[in-house]
């Protein structure tokens, strides 16, 4: 099994719908990360978490909040999607002792 | 300037030659610098991470530090068709609050 999965894999929806992703993990990691991809701007951090009772705003946080319900889950919510919210959305881990970093595969969001 | 900046490519290489992919990063109190491959529409995976100067070598790859000049590098030796890829630099910088940054990637193309 994946160390790091994320569902949905694919979501198509509409402008003012409430979005949630979410990411779980088995590496016993405490570290979670969401990121944003979109062509030419690479990777972007959305929030990131270093424990249970710490979440922490990423770069581009206007119009995204996160949830950590436990060690293992980490979620990430569009209260309002709006179109230019469509990317590749990433869930992350990382090893606290190397800060690699492990992906999960990836959510394909369009918003119509 | 950007954090972290990576030529975008394509860089197109005949197979088993060496590709080499270039990365420079801005903060001079980044600590912690990482190679992620990315193939279309997959997740980015690591390749390796180093995290102080010189050259560190796992398989076919090395890759080469200098804090000194800001920037960290990427060989392939012996390329092959299958290191056909987006080739992602990250830097760990704690200037001011903690940041993982991302440069936008180098598309590589080898050649068969």
């Known amino acids: 099994d994946a160390d790091v999965t994320q569902t949905p894999r694919n979501r198509i929806t509409k402008t003012g719908k409430r979005i949630m992703l979410e990411c779980s993990q088995t590496?016993?990691?405490?570290?979670m990360y969401w990121y944003r991809q979109d062509p030419g701007l690479g990777l972007r951090l959305i929030y990131y978490s270093f424990d249970v009772k710490d979440i922490n705003k990423g770069e581009i946080s206007d119009g995204y909040s996160v949830s950590r319900q436990a060690q293992a889950k980490f979620s990430l919510s569009l209260e309002s999607a709006i179109p230019n919210q469509t990317a590749l959305y990433f869930c992350?881990?990382?090893?606290?002792?190397?800060?690699?970093?492990?992906f999960g595969p990836g959510t394909r969001l369009t918003v119509l | 300037q950007k954090e972290v900046e990576q030529n975008s490519g394509p860089l197109s290489v005949p197979e088993g030659a060496i590709a080499s992919l270039n990365c420079t990063y801005s903060d001079r109190v980044s600590q912690s610098f990482f190679w992620y491959r990315q193939y279309s529409g997959k997740s980015p995976e690591l390749i390796m991470s180093i995290y102080s100067n010189g050259d560190k070598e796992d398989g076919r790859f090395t890759a080469q530090l200098n804090k000194a000049s800001q920037y960290v590098s990427l060989l392939i030796r012996d390329s092959q068709p299958s290191d056909s890829a987006t080739y992602l630099c990250?830097?760990?910088?704690?200037?001011?609050?903690?940041?993982?940054?991302f440069g936008t990637g180098t598309r590589l193309k080898v050649l068969a």
């Open positions: 990250a830097v760990i910088t704690r200037a001011g609050t903690y940041k993982y940054i």
């Open positions: 992350a881990t990382s090893d606290p002792r190397t800060s690699e970093q492990f």
């Open positions: 590496k016993g990691h405490d570290r």
